[in-house]
């Protein structure tokens, strides 16, 4: 195996009392997709958060590309090539697209100011691959519609060349049409060799998209399989059960190990 | 305003509401603009044509400038979901420092020393707002309590200075900053910096206009980029008639704009350009939008927090000059219950109470209504405790209309 893009091992955050990730390990190889699953509020969004530097883990280690890393914010993990795409979104609603595409790194201006007209060109060229639609680039994303917002947010984490991929649930508010965009996108993502978060709730889509499926399950790691080693069944057990299922493969046990 | 939708179909209305979508006109400026013309036809009327003739309306733009000058801060304060309940004892406290200092403590008549001692007041007012910042940023302390702290900690230092002692007469040339007998800049000056501003204003809408269309962008109607641009330009030219109309007592020689509106002037396009083209500008209004999608953009909204609390501490200092200047002396009561009349002034003009929109603009027109309002009543005599109970309704008022906007754009 080649050395995995990120390597997340033995992570812990508590809350007050509460511990919401305990001791998972994770990794993510370079242009691979591994699905988070689980059911609500197993601690998907907090896993990756602590990734995205949203959140400082209180146990474990991080490595982007072998190399331990310390993530203490939001910039700190983009210094790493580690994009997001917040389940919440994430947007200042009174900004337009591109201010919100660009926030804390906007296109300056020689002179040091902002360069409005650039960043909207950006944002024109960026959502012209996603969301070909798009057609209200001067409107505070508080006027857009659900899924309108989702785009501007995706498109937030295509703009900057991202290594590493974390999507939050990025269907959740999509049409089909723009969710079957996603999943192109996500594929071609991934032949461009960058490493892919994604957490869903929609099986179909993670088994359409994922190589490997992590299962989490009140904080912990029920299992992690190979896609194609599993049935959706399998993996559904795996959510409601917490246990992983009997016939799997004595080699996805072992990469539980 | 819905005038394109999702599939790029442009619907159009047509007749009167169809004018004022290609205007691209701010409804809400629209309601301001009216508000203002009722309280000054309505003072004119009760007051017998006093209120609008050239000397009140002067007296009027004097007495703005000091209001205006805090509200722009103010916007950023409550855009970022604060507020600022200090603005008038800091103003008060600084006011008497600067008295002070350029009485006792540096050589009256000196020409550097209204120079050093306004720089000393911005300083220190920098110093003190930053400070309450810091309170409310890094020690998590809400900004209602620091600056409800700070209102009665800041009047108590304003007296403690002296103990109280009333500080003047001041410098000759200071008194210029408030305006007064001598504080104008006469016919030509003002029909220069009234052409100034009308030239800069064609200048940026065709190069705005020109690098949007060589981007390929949508651009305003032109008929109605021209409408706009003729009103605002009439505008200033009425600004400049009127403002030269007034005449020295007893001569025909034209006042022109007072140098404390040429202060307000410099301030709102300052900070319209600090809001609209620098990071800072737009990391206030992201915190205001969203907290969190500021935090989680890598932006540092502790010290923005604290130097938005900076600069209003800044402003205070200018305009705590500017006030002093006019009264020509340092009173301890300076600037009581400011923080009202500012905090109104940014509500009228659109800055919403629940963060994340405002203007510049918008909040120097709600001073000019509020400064209306109380310069009428005070034309018609009306007793300083009726006064305040109109400032105090309108502010709940203003409250209550912005909610009602806000929901009626949901
Ligand atoms: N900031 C916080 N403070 C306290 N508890 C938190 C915080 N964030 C998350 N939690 C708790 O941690 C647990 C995991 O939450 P998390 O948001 O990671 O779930 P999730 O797997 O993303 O769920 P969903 O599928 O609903 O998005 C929950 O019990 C939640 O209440
Ligand atoms: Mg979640």
Redesign the interface.
């Known amino acids: 195996m080649t050395t995995p893009l990120v390597e997340m091992k033995n992570i812990s955050i508590h809350f007050g009392g509460i511990k919401a990730v305990d001791d998972v390990s994770i990794d993510l190889q370079p242009g691979e997709v591994v699905g988070l699953l689980g059911h609500n509020g197993a601690g998907k969004s907090t896993l990756i958060k602590i990734l995205?530097?949203?959140y400082r883990a209180t146990d474990g280690e991080i490595r982007v590309a072998g190399t331990p890393v310390t993530i203490d914010?939001?910039?700190d993990a983009?210094t790493h090539g580690i994009e997001?795409i917040?389940q919440?979104?994430?947007?200042?609603?009174?900004?337009d697209a591109a201010?919100?595409i660009f926030?804390?790194?906007?296109i300056?201006t020689p002179w040091?100011?902002?360069d409005d007209?650039a960043m909207?060109?950006a944002a024109r060229q960026v959502m012209k691959r996603l969301n070909p639609?798009?057609?209200?680039?001067k409107e505070?994303v508080r006027n857009l519609?659900g899924g309108?917002r989702q785009s501007v947010a995706i498109a937030r984490a295509l703009q900057f060349n991202a290594r590493i991929l974390i999507m939050d649930e990025p269907c959740a508010a999509l049409g089909p049409q723009e969710t079957r965009q996603v999943g192109d996108l996500v594929k071609r993502l991934k032949a461009e060799g960058i490493g892919i978060f994604l957490i869903s709730h929609d099986l179909h889509d993670v088994f359409d998209l994922s190589d490997r499926v992590t299962v989490m399950k009140n904080g912990r790691v029920v299992g992690t399989c190979t896609t194609d080693s599993v049935s959706k069944d399998d993996v559904l057990g795996m959510i409601i059960l917490g246990k992983l299922p009997s016939q799997l493969s004595s080699r996805d046990r072992e990469l539980l190990q | 305003m819905d005038t394109a939708s999702d599939t790029g179909l442009v619907v159009e209305r047509r007749g009167i509401g169809g004018f004022f979508d290609a205007l691209e006109l701010d409804t809400r400026l629209v309601a301001m603009l009216a508000a203002l013309a009722v309280i000054w036809v309505g003072f004119d009327v009760i007051t017998g044509g006093i209120f609008l003739t050239p000397r009140n309306l002067w007296n009027l733009s004097v007495q703005t400038s000091v209001v205006g000058i805090l509200a722009t801060g103010m916007v950023l304060v409550i855009v970022a979901r604060h507020i600022d309940l200090s603005v008038g004892s800091v103003l008060g406290f600084l006011s008497m420092v600067v008295a002070v200092l350029q009485v006792q403590y540096f050589p009256l008549g000196a020409s550097w020393n209204w120079i050093v001692t306004v720089l000393c007041g911005l300083a220190l007012g920098f110093c003190i707002g930053s400070f309450q910042g810091w309170w409310i940023a890094y020690r998590g302390v809400p900004a209602f309590i620091v600056t409800l702290g700070g209102l009665l900690v800041f009047r108590g230092l304003a007296w403690w200075v002296t103990y109280g002692t009333t500080v003047a007469p001041l410098d000759q040339t200071f008194q210029l900053l408030g305006g007064g007998i001598n504080g104008s800049i006469g016919a030509t000056w003002t029909w220069v910096v009234g052409l100034a501003g009308i030239a800069a204003m064609a200048f940026r809408t065709v190069t705005r206009r020109r690098r949007r269309a060589a981007m390929g962008f949508p651009v305003r109607a032109l008929w109605a980029e021209i409408v706009v641009f003729a009103v605002l330009a009439a505008a200033i030219v009425g600004f400049v008639l009127v403002m030269n109309a007034y005449t020295r007592p007893r001569t025909d020689q034209s006042q022109g704009i007072p140098i404390p509106v040429l202060i307000l002037i410099g301030v709102v396009l300052a900070m319209s350009w600090l809001v609209r083209s620098t990071r800072f500008g737009r990391y206030v209004w992201a915190i205001g939008g969203n907290p969190e999608a500021a935090l989680l953009a890598g932006i540092n909204v502790r010290r923005i927090t604290l130097f938005i609390f900076g600069l209003v501490g800044l402003l205070a200092g200018l305009a705590g000059s500017v006030q002093t200047a006019r009264l020509n002396a340092g009173a301890s009561s300076t600037g009581e219950l400011l923080e009202l009349s500012v905090i109104a002034a940014a509500v009228i003009g659109g800055t919403s109470l629940g963060g994340g929109a405002g203007t510049i603009s918008g909040a120097v027109l709600g001073a000019l209504i509020m400064q209306s309002l109380q310069s009428g009543m005070v034309l018609v005599a009306l007793p300083t405790p009726m006064q305040n109970i109109v400032i105090g309704a309108v502010l709940v008022v203003a409250v209550w209309l912005d909610n009602v906007y806000q929901r009626r754009r949901r």
């Open positions: 995205s530097g949203a914010s939001p910039r983009r997001t917040y919440t979104l994430a947007l200042a609603d009174n900004l201010g919100n926030l804390g790194r906007e300056m040091g100011t902002l007209g909207e060109q639609n798009f057609v209200r680039f505070p519609s309108q």
